[in-house]
């Protein structure tokens, strides 16, 4: 695991190394002791999110840990029929957001703040412990956590072409 701890300490993503080499077993899978950190509360920025969670209940936890611009993001309204409708203002933006899920949550947030250079990006790392793992990453970081083989969140994808193109 040392290789693991190195790069997430060297990035200052690590709370705490030596909570965090007593915590991870020894040939864990790099990505599940990366779900393990962050359910323990040893990711700089991780959340752990249980399943019984509403996106209208997550909204501010999520945007004071993805930082900036984001603290002003704003919930004007929640409607619940058919499916969970939030009416949002972040900026000078208003829109409505059918958010069938937290993933959808997390992608509208992320796409919302794709240009914004101080709001942190979003990163779904999976789910553990009944529990959905995010983790807020400064973007400039994620280039050089993509290379790495514990980096493999289910909205990698997006993360890297955050334009969509």
Same mark, same amino acid.
Request: hydrophobic share 45%.
């Given at each position: 695991?040392?290789?693991?701890?190195?790069?997430?300490?060297? &990035? !200052?993503?690590?709370?705490?190394?030596?909570?965090?080499?007593?915590?991870? *077993?020894?040939?864990?899978?790099?990505?599940?002791?990366?779900? %393990?950190?962050?359910?323990?509360?040893? =990711?700089?920025?991780?959340?752990? /999110?249980?399943?019984?969670?509403?996106?209208? &209940?997550?909204?501010?936890?999520?945007?004071?840990?993805?930082?900036?611009?984001?603290?002003?993001?704003?919930?004007?309204?929640?409607? &619940?029929?058919?499916? =969970?409708? =939030? #009416?949002?203002?972040?900026?000078?933006?208003?829109?409505?957001?059918?958010?069938?899920?937290?993933?959808?949550? /997390? #992608?509208?947030?992320?796409?919302?703040? %794709?240009?914004?250079?101080?709001?942190?990006?979003? /990163?779904?790392?999976?789910?553990?412990?009944?529990?959905?793992?995010?983790?807020?990453?400064?973007?400039?970081?994620?280039? !050089?956590?993509?290379?790495?083989?514990?980096?493999?969140?289910?909205?990698?994808?997006?993360?890297?072409? *955050?334009?969509? &193109?």
């Amino acid at each position: 695991m040392a290789p693991l701890l190195d790069v997430l300490t060297r &990035e !200052r993503l690590l709370k705490d190394r030596a909570a965090a080499a007593a915590l991870l *077993p020894r040939g864990e899978p790099p990505h599940v002791s990366m779900l %393990r950190l962050c359910d323990a509360g040893l =990711l700089e920025g991780g959340l752990s /999110v249980g399943y019984g969670v509403r996106a209208d &209940e997550l909204v501010g936890p999520l945007t004071t840990a993805m930082g900036g611009a984001a603290r002003r993001f704003k919930v004007v309204d929640v409607r &619940e029929r058919p499916v =969970l409708e =939030l #009416h949002v203002m972040g900026g000078d933006v208003t829109e409505r957001w059918e958010v069938e899920d937290l993933s959808a949550l /997390v #992608h509208n947030l992320n796409s919302l703040y %794709r240009d914004a250079p101080d709001v942190r990006a979003v /990163v779904e790392l999976g789910e553990w412990e009944d529990a959905l793992q995010l983790w807020c990453v400064d973007k400039r970081a994620l280039p !050089r956590l993509a290379r790495q083989p514990f980096f493999a969140p289910r909205n990698a994808r997006a993360l890297m072409n *955050p334009s969509g &193109e």
